[in-house]
Every structure is written in structure tokens, then in C-alpha cells.
């Protein structure tokens, strides 16, 4: 927006107001695009043509939901969001798991960091003893701001 300040009609404080809007700005914006998509089109084609064949691979299955075992500071255990205890943890894991080989199920533990160390090594030579030898231990990032 601009203002006459000087000129004939008016006094000191009459100020006219132009109204027209500057496009300049606009259409140089405007031009340097066009000029970097005219450019960047072509790069974006593929010059070498090739007939390829239909893939007829068959799906591949799902992979298993995987099992989390979380161990309390107390010591309770539970598997995913079911309690259980030592005694029962194997034959819980085997009804989860079904027909499935235990030596290639990967389970994953959690513990509380104030988990006596007795009551985690009991879970895993538990896990040991029902076939179970694919172990991953669940932390928090701390990179991320994990708590």
C-alpha cells in the first residue's frame, strides 16, 4: 500500500491511497518454478524401456503375533496381558504358541528395573526348560526421551 504524501489537491493531511496490488513478486516466483519442474520432468522418466513379467509369488504368511512376558517388581508374571506363575508359565506359553517349534519363537521380556534378580533368571531358565532359547530383552530408549 503506498501513500501520496505530496503533490496539488488537499492539505497536509489528505493522503490518497493506491490500491493496486504489486504482482512482480508473484509471477518471478511463479517463473522459477515452471523453470525447475520444465528441468526436473525429465530427469523423472525412464528412458530404457522393459517388459516385465507379472510376479506370482505367493504370499508370504503373516508373521505371529509375539509374546511378552513381563515380570512386576514383586515378582508377578504375566504373559501379555494374562497372569501366570513359574509353574504354569510353560504350558501357558506352549497353549499360546500351538504347533508352532518353541525353538524358533522369538519371546520378549520386560522387567521392572527393580526386578530381584532371582525372579528374572527364574523365568529364563523356565523359558530354557519348555524349548523356548530365542530371548529379546525389552528396555527404553533413552535417545528418544523414553521415562
Known amino acids: 500500500m503506498a501513500a501520496k504524501l505530496a503533490g496539488s489537491g488537499g492539505g ?6 493506491n490500491h493496486e496490488i504489486n504482482v512482480t513478486p508473484f509471477v518471478d516466483v511463479m517463473l522459477v518454478l515452471l523453470i525447475i519442474f520444465m528441468v526436473a520432468a525429465p530427469l523423472a522418466t525412464v528412458s530404457v524401456k522393459v517388459d516385465l513379467p507379472p510376479a506370482v509369488a505367493r504370499p508370504s504368511p503373516n508373521p505371529p503375533k ?4 513381563s515380570i512386576q517388581k514383586n515378582g508377578d508374571i504375566h ?5 501366570t506363575d513359574l509353574d504354569s508359565m510353560g504350558d501357558d506359553l506352549h497353549k499360546q504358541i500351538g504347533t508352532r517349534d518353541p525353538s524358533k519363537e522369538r519371546i520378549y521380556i520386560r522387567a521392572d528395573k527393580e526386578t530381584i534378580y532371582g525372579d528374572f533368571m527364574g523365568v529364563m531358565n523356565k523359558l530354557q526348560d519348555n524349548g523356548f532359547y530365542s530371548v529379546a530383552l525389552i528396555g527404553t530408549d533413552q535417545r528418544g526421551g523414553g521415562k
Open 79 to 83: 504373559i501379555g496381558d494374562f497372569p
Open 12 to 17: 497536509k493531511f489528505d493522503i490518497e491511497q
Open 66 to 69: 509375539p509374546i511378552y512376558i
